[in-house]
């Protein structure tokens, strides 16, 4: 009974099981932003599922991978694929499995693949995201909806918009119950931060900025912040890993 109990276990902890994006020290993320060509959406997502996801799943170095989809978004954007490595080393250690993998097995490695997947989209975006675990509080894809919302700073002022996070916002989040992630960005268009909020409904969505700068002190850190722009998007189940 026992022998079955723990090999019942073993079994949900395998390459393919979800668990929670909490952020970690030294963590960091690549966001890959995708539109997808008229009617091509698909064939774009079935070769994720069955191609990219079993290849994710044999690369150790990954700490986790999650697929998007666009739910409410002023710019264009149709899947925001996200994975998390052990810094930019890991990533370098992941990218070597995955071209490994391919030399093993005699198959379609991870370059090949997107390249197929490129080639189905009118654009896409690369950024990447060092995570600041202290300032959040879990894990923002747990819930219905999660709010990307990328920080452009008025010049000098990254030091003081990351205390005022630590000092007020993650404080306040944490008290309020809603669940929060928080990361630098080490290459992008320009963005300084990026902020990770979940929620169940896009009442709450709205309900957080009302409560926010009802209930703390927000006007002098609005003043930290040159451009914001916050998207709206659901996890797609199928396509996570770990």
């Known amino acids: 009974?026992?022998?079955?109990?723990?090999?019942?276990?073993?079994?949900?902890?395998?390459?393919?099981?979800?668990?929670?994006?909490?952020?970690?020290?030294?963590?960091?993320?690549?966001?890959?932003?995708?539109?997808?060509?008229?009617?091509?959406?698909?064939?774009?997502?079935?070769?994720?599922?069955?191609?990219?996801?079993?290849?994710?799943?044999?690369?150790?170095?990954?700490?986790?991978?999650?697929?998007?989809?666009?739910?409410?978004?002023?710019?264009?954007?149709?899947?925001?694929?996200?994975?998390?490595?052990?810094?930019?080393?890991?990533?370098?250690?992941?990218?070597?499995?995955?071209?490994?993998?391919?030399?093993?097995?005699?198959?379609?490695?991870?370059?090949?693949l997107y390249r197929r997947i490129s080639a189905l989209s009118t654009g896409h975006t690369d950024e990447f995201v060092e995570m600041l675990p202290a300032l959040g509080t879990g894990d923002a894809s747990s819930k219905r909806l999660t709010a990307f919302i990328w920080v452009r700073l008025t010049p000098g002022r990254q030091g003081a918009y990351e205390e005022a996070l630590a000092g007020t916002v993650v404080p306040w989040e944490q008290s309020a119950g809603i669940v929060s992630a928080t990361g630098r960005f080490l290459l992008s268009d320009g963005w300084h931060v990026l902020r990770l909020l979940a929620f169940d409904s896009l009442g709450a969505y709205q309900a957080y900025w009302a409560r926010l700068r009802a209930e703390t002190d927000y006007a002098p850190i609005e003043r930290l912040i040159d451009r914001q722009r916050e998207v709206i998007v659901a996890t797609v189940p199928d396509l996570s890993v770990r």
């Open 1 to 112: 009974m026992l022998r079955l109990t723990l090999l019942s276990f073993l079994s949900l902890i395998t390459a393919g099981s979800v668990w929670a994006q909490v952020p970690k020290p030294g963590e960091v993320r690549q966001l890959v932003t995708f539109t997808w060509q008229p009617d091509r959406a698909a064939e774009a997502l079935a070769l994720y599922r069955n191609a990219a996801i079993p290849l994710y799943q044999q690369t150790p170095a990954l700490q986790s991978f999650r697929a998007f989809r666009e739910v409410e978004s002023p710019v264009p954007l149709d899947l925001i694929v996200v994975s998390s490595y052990a810094g930019m080393a890991g990533m370098d250690l992941g990218n070597a499995q995955l071209r490994a993998q391919a030399e093993r097995g005699g198959g379609t490695g991870i370059g090949a």
